[in-house]
């Protein structure tokens, strides 16, 4: 069993950036692609980036490349999500979770944080 704990998020200007991170407890996260998520409210959930097991692989969806990056420290048991050039769209809870990750993205075994907000405002 793994506990995943989000941290990071915040009040942030457009054009600004922000590192999320996902830090596991009870398992090494290095057993899971790990993904994050984020839901807007009255949107949707949506699937943003991963980072497979092996560390070999990320994805990340269209409205974010270039902009964020997902990266892995297996030492820290923690995995990060660099986000840069926020933009308002980007508002929403941000949370991790273990994710299928090589094949698209979809939650698997049920590990979940609680989230963190993150809110691009002037």
């Known amino acids: 069993q793994v506990q995943l704990q989000e941290s990071g998020g915040g009040l942030v200007q457009p054009g600004g950036s922000l590192r999320l991170s996902c830090e596991g407890s009870?398992?090494?996260?290095?057993?899971?692609?790990i993904g994050w998520y984020r839901q807007a409210p009255g949107k949707a959930r949506e699937a943003v980036s991963c980072?497979?097991?092996?560390?070999?692989?990320?994805r990340y969806a269209d409205s974010v490349k270039g902009r964020f990056t997902v990266s892995r420290d297996t030492a820290r048991n923690t995995v990060y999500l660099q986000m840069s050039n926020l933009q308002p769209e980007d508002t929403a809870v941000y949370f991790c979770?273990?994710?299928?990750?090589?094949?698209?993205?979809?939650?698997?075994?049920?590990?979940r944080g609680q989230g963190t907000q993150v809110i691009v405002s002037s």
């Open positions: 979770a273990t994710t299928t990750c090589y094949d698209g993205m979809d939650e698997r075994y049920g590990y």
């Open positions: 009870g398992s090494p996260l290095s057993a899971f692609n």
């Open positions: 980072i497979s097991i092996r560390n070999d692989f990320t």
